[in-house]
């Protein structure tokens, strides 16, 4: 619970001018960033249920953006996957823990989404249908266009082989019951080119359908049309008005929970391959090295302000869209043998964790729960395999 009566409500954003230059304003971050739930009530009873109604609700929201049509993926893949395997699977929509902010007649629910799932069947799409028409997305009656035009060109090709073929037979052959038995194989040949030809083009057709209705699925969770079921559901838990407030992030590493949910489900699938997985993770991790961009010159931003770059100037001057630093420790039973021996413990991080705004600045920055800094996002995740369990801590920083 929040303490209203101890907070000081007139915190004014400061700002320090030296001669020519200005700093930035020093960031006090939200309530909602300290605790999952921001809730005032004057029944102290009613807390005693906030946790498990948190966690169940957060079990439904995964659930829902977890469901998938298991016909539609079975004609798509070429090998068949084990429902085990696709609980650990990586395509997905990955979902961070919810931030409940509570008021007295709704629940706003803020979700970080990142979409793993759909990008990979852009990916699929990609290598199997439109490098082969070299087309993008049209509509069916072009494609079908383009599969005549291909095997037409073909068929031109196979004619004038034909008729080369004829006349060869024509000279090294005298008989001509041989002569004319060779023109039937050579014929039936053809024609079964030709039925396989169309038969492929046909195929590559059919699973971009398929993978165009697993998009459409896909995209649909996200719809109100759908995401009003999951409302009611939510509401019976909680006896109020729910509204959701969806942020699609465009890398997994933006947010600490995905992060460490990501690494949890490889290390599920082969704990042997845990050092690939985390140099795999440190590769793909892009930290911007820190500057000291705060000083900016009055006389810049005079000269140069305009209806058209204000957007521009905005932009580059909002504070925590850079990752500078992550660090991600994982702790439990990952022996490569079958029997839990030992614990053992590995680190990777890279960049830096410090607040530029206290280190380098010197600029007042706020602590969030005692001693974790407000630059700081801090996940810690728990799983298991078959010899025991392991923990996942992670750490990402934003200046």
């Known amino acids: 619970m929040l303490n209203i009566f101890k907070q000081d409500t007139n915190i004014k954003n400061k700002k320090k001018i030296i001669k020519d230059y200005i700093l930035y304003t020093n960031n006090y971050p939200s309530s909602i960033r300290e605790w999952d739930n921001s809730i005032y009530t004057y029944n102290k009873y009613t807390f005693n249920h906030i946790p498990q109604v948190t966690l169940s609700s957060i079990k439904l929201i995964k659930s ?13 893949r070429e090998n068949k996957l084990l429902s085990r395997l696709r609980r650990t699977s990586s395509n997905k929509i990955y979902i961070s823990n919810g931030e409940f902010k509570h008021t007295t007649n709704k629940v706003i629910v803020t979700l970080y989404l990142f979409n793993r799932q759909r990008h990979n ?3 699929n799409i990609d290598k199997r249908y439109i490098n082969k028409f070299k087309h993008k997305f ?26 080369l073929l004829i006349n060869i037979l024509n000279v090294y052959n005298n008989d001509k019951n041989k002569l004319i038995n060779n023109y039937k194989s050579l014929s039936n040949y053809i024609n079964v080119f030709y039925k396989k030809l ?8 059919i699973l971009f359908l398929y993978y165009k209705q697993l998009l459409f699925i896909n995209e649909s969770k996200l719809n109100y049309n759908y995401l009003q079921y ?32 990501s690494i949890i489900l490889k290390i599920k699938r082969n704990r042997r391959k845990l050092l690939k997985y985390l140099n795999i993770l440190k590769k793909k ?54 029997t839990a021996s030992r614990s053992i413990s590995k680190l990777i991080y890279k960049g830096n964790l410090s607040n530029l705004d206290s280190s380098y600045n010197s600029m007042s920055s706020v602590l969030l729960r005692g001693h974790l800094k407000s630059n700081i996002q801090f996940t810690k995740l728990n ?14 920083s934003g200046n």
């Open 64 to 76: 829902y953006f977890n469901l998938y049509n298991l016909r539609l993926e079975r004609k798509v």
């Open 121 to 123: 069947y852009l990916l």
């Open 138 to 163: 049209v509509k069916i009656n072009k494609i079908l266009d383009i599969i005549k035009n291909e095997s037409f060109k073909y068929i031109e090709k196979l004619n004038k082989i034909k008729y």
């Open 198 to 205: 169309i038969r492929k083009y046909l195929k590559s057709l």
């Open 230 to 261: 999951l409302k009611k559901y939510l509401e019976k838990l909680y006896g109020k008005n729910i509204e959701f407030n969806l942020v699609n992030i465009r890398q997994f590493y933006l947010n600490s929970e995905i992060l460490s949910e």
């Open 285 to 338: 991790i892009k930290v911007k090295k820190k500057k000291y961009l705060y000083e900016i010159d009055l006389t810049y931003y005079n000269k140069y302000i305009n209806k058209n770059n204000i957007e521009k100037i905005i932009l580059r001057n909002i504070k925590h869209k850079h990752i500078t630093g992550f660090r991600l420790e994982n702790k439990g039973r990952l022996t490569k043998r079958y």
């Open 383 to 396: 799983s298991k395999t078959r010899i025991g369990s392991f923990g996942v801590k992670g750490w990402i």
